[in-house]
DNA sequence: ATTAGGG
DNA sequence: CCCTAAT
């Protein structure tokens, strides 16, 4: 590495995080509703379309959490805040440390969230389909969109205000979730018996491949990221010019909220294929990461998910699977039978335990026990379930449709840069930028059949061979960039595709790649990174101890971009974050960073050398080198240092300053000045 | 992008 | 340090 590259590295220090799927809660009921109009009219039978409805969810409000285990080393934090985000993106601190009972190996603790959404076609042609209606079953967590002719039974979700609640924080969480499902206005639309012979497509979390997660050290918005970071395992090491976060895979849910936990920390794991232990890991990374988005939602109908196939570790798109006919229907009868708090329990065993099926093999069943275990902790709170029984104790003709789960949806990589000493909540503000920009436009909805894309959109479910009576564990759907909106970069590997994220040295930068991701993906992205990475820190080392030395030119490498490894797709895209609305969104107040009386010297040298007023050539000439150190900061700290000059040293605060210096200041800024209206008193002499 | 000043 | 108006 050269000298300047180290210098760069140590001059810019910055966190970059990047995401590669994302759990998304439940959109607002406006947009769903809007959504769920259109989609009835015109894509009542296109899977694509109707998936990408409940994507629309991520177009709306969210909220980005950040999770942290009960064993964070704020205090603050360790008695159990949760953060509860509504719609809005309000969010406030409840305490619930009366609730936060030791929790054995709390400090491991994953949890994950599954929000489902079940969405039934008709899987005949389109002519056929009735568009009559679609419908969206939400219940505590649980959304689920239906097409297809339904005879509307019951509509308690009017009115109901959707709110999304994040739920941050670790420990215990079943319960807080519980309460915020319960405290959260939840909403949803209408409810209406499904006909027969419908496709369902149900989507859970997905893998959580690999992830990089701040661990448990993120608590507080209000904690610098960087003392988070610090305390990170080696994937943070600031010595590889940034420290990269990964969040790979972020489900994307759409509707149905799960919250279930998982006490062992394989947060770390995800990155790792190895490290994959766990048979079921819907969301391993969530297990730090925690991001919750929790719908809450009166009319509690749940709908039992059942998992036909998961994810593969190394995550990739995420696959619905058509759900096997006699399980439907044995689950329907279940739900019939027992809408109870009890129950609803059950439900949501039920879909841990697909959950995990999925992703051990797709086999049903197997790992029932285990998840389950977990789904207890989890799901605790029954009440809150208490209406999630589904309705419908008749499940008429399952045989013209098509029943699809939906696990979760991936979500395009996206590469995060903020700097360490920005605060967590705006670490969230740019995540949810990014997201939301992502989503706002930029996908696309594929859908796979064994693996293979399919691209007729013309055609029929039946053509296609998405058939109710066929195997279904070959369907997915994915999520990808949309090429309309953002198009292919350059050639795979090419890291020109990275330069499409260099606005001005925008705060935070994502990088949307591929959305199909390969089992091998995680190491990928874990590892790489860091080599791939020429990130700049910041140090006022450098700068401080010779800033004049410094003279280099190459400001331009300011911008720090972390070159992905690309996936094997296709599909690549890059997106720049717009996030001019609020900049205080993001915008964090620059750490403080007193000048050292080197870099005092350094100043005063270069301004008597070149005189007030010229501070980008000082900035050039003494501290080009220093990053952190803008022309309007050396013109700042001049200003203070002529003040200072003038003031008794009593008033003086800081680290003195030599009074020599302070002289020289005092000389400098007398002489400049006088240079400075010599023009004037000039021209005032010549009128 | 810089400069100059107020906050 | 931030924010802005004015260049």
Aim: hydrophobic share 30%.
């Amino acid at each position: 590495m050269s000298q300047h590259d180290f210098c760069d590295m140590v001059l810019s220090r910055r966190l970059e995080y990047g995401f590669n799927g994302y759990q998304v809660p439940s959109m607002p009921r406006a947009a769903r509703s809007a959504r769920r109009r259109s989609s009835a009219r015109n894509n009542a039978e296109d899977p694509k379309l109707c998936a990408f409805d409940l994507l629309a969810t991520l177009a709306g409000n969210l909220l980005v959490g950040n999770s942290s285990s009960a064993s964070t080393s704020n205090s603050s934090t360790q008695n159990g805040n949760c953060v509860i985000n509504d719609l809005n993106g309000e969010e406030g601190y409840v305490d619930q440390s009366d609730h936060s009972e030791p929790q054995p190996d709390d400090r491991s603790s994953t949890e994950k969230e599954i929000i489902n959404s079940l969405i039934i076609l008709p899987d005949i042609d389109e002519g056929k389909s009735n568009p009559s209606g679609i419908d969206i079953h939400a219940s505590a967590g649980d959304v689920s969109i239906k097409l297809g002719d339904t005879a509307d039974t019951k509509d308690q979700s009017e009115g109901l205000g959707a709110d999304m609640l994040s739920c941050e924080q670790g420990n215990t969480d079943s319960e807080r979730v519980g309460d915020f499902v319960r405290n959260g206005p939840s909403v949803l639309p209408k409810v209406k018996d499904e006909t027969h012979g419908q496709m369902k497509v149900e989507s859970h979390i997905s893998d959580g491949a690999d992830v990089y997660s701040l661990k448990d050290h993120v608590t507080s918005d209000k904690k610098p990221l960087a003392r988070h970071s610090s305390n990170n395992s080696s994937r943070l090491d600031p010595c590889e010019n940034k420290d990269q976060l990964s969040l790979s895979s972020f489900p994307v849910e759409n509707g149905v909220v799960v919250v279930s936990r998982d006490n062992d920390d394989n947060s770390s794991g995800c990155t790792h294929p190895s490290s994959y232990t766990k048979p079921f890991r819907p969301v391993p990374y969530i297990g730090d990461r925690r991001i919750r988005k929790v719908l809450a939602s009166q009319s509690c109908k749940a709908i039992p998910r059942y998992k036909s196939k998961f994810l593969r570790p190394g995550g990739g798109p995420y696959q619905a699977h058509f759900l096997d006919s006699d399980r439907w229907l044995n689950y329907q009868g279940i739900q019939s039978q027992r809408n109870f708090p009890f129950k609803k329990r059950k439900f949501y065993d039920m879909d841990c335990r697909s959950i995990s099926d999925k992703e051990t093999n797709g086999k049903g069943g197997d790992n029932i026990s285990t998840s389950r275990k977990s789904l207890k902790e989890d799901c605790s709170e029954p009440e809150r379930f208490t209406s999630l029984a589904v309705p419908r104790s008749t499940f008429p003709d399952v045989d013209s449709h098509v029943k699809l789960r939906i696990e979760s949806f991936r979500v395009p990589e996206m590469l995060i840069e903020i700097p360490e000493t920005a605060t967590v909540g705006s670490l969230k503000r740019a995540v949810v930028d990014a997201v939301t920009t992502i989503l706002g436009g930029g996908l696309h909805v594929g859908v796979l059949l064994q693996g293979q894309k399919v691209g007729d959109d013309s055609k029929t479910l039946q053509q296609t061979g998405i058939s109710h009576d066929r195997a279904l564990d070959a369907l997915g759907f994915m999520l990808e960039p949309d090429p309309a909106h953002y198009p292919p970069p350059i050639s795979p590997g090419s890291s020109s595709l990275l330069r499409h994220c260099d606005a001005p040295q925008p705060l935070t930068r994502y990088h949307a790649a591929p959305t199909k991701v390969q089992p091998g993906n995680c190491d990928k992205l874990a590892e790489p990174r860091g080599a791939h990475s020429r990130k700049l820190v910041e140090s006022d080392r450098d700068s401080t101890t010779s800033p004049v030395n410094m003279l280099r030119k190459g400001r331009a490498e300011s911008k720090a971009l972390v070159p992905i490894p690309s996936m094997n797709t296709g599909a690549k895209a890059a997106v720049a974050i717009h996030r001019k609305s609020k900049r205080s969104e993001i915008a964090q107040r620059r750490i403080r960073r007193p000048f050292t009386v080197a870099e005092v010297e350094a100043l005063v040298q270069a301004v008597e050398k070149l005189g007030t007023g010229r501070w980008r050539d000082v900035k050039l000439h003494a501290f080009d080198s220093a990053r952190h150190r803008t022309y309007v900061d050396l013109k700042d700290k001049w200003k203070t240092l002529v003040h200072t000059a003038k003031i008794s040293p009593q008033q003086r605060r800081g680290e003195p300053v030599p009074q020599e210096l302070l002289d020289r200041v005092l000389t400098a800024h007398a002489y400049w000045g006088q240079q400075q209206s010599r023009p004037q008193q000039l021209k005032q002499l010549l009128y």
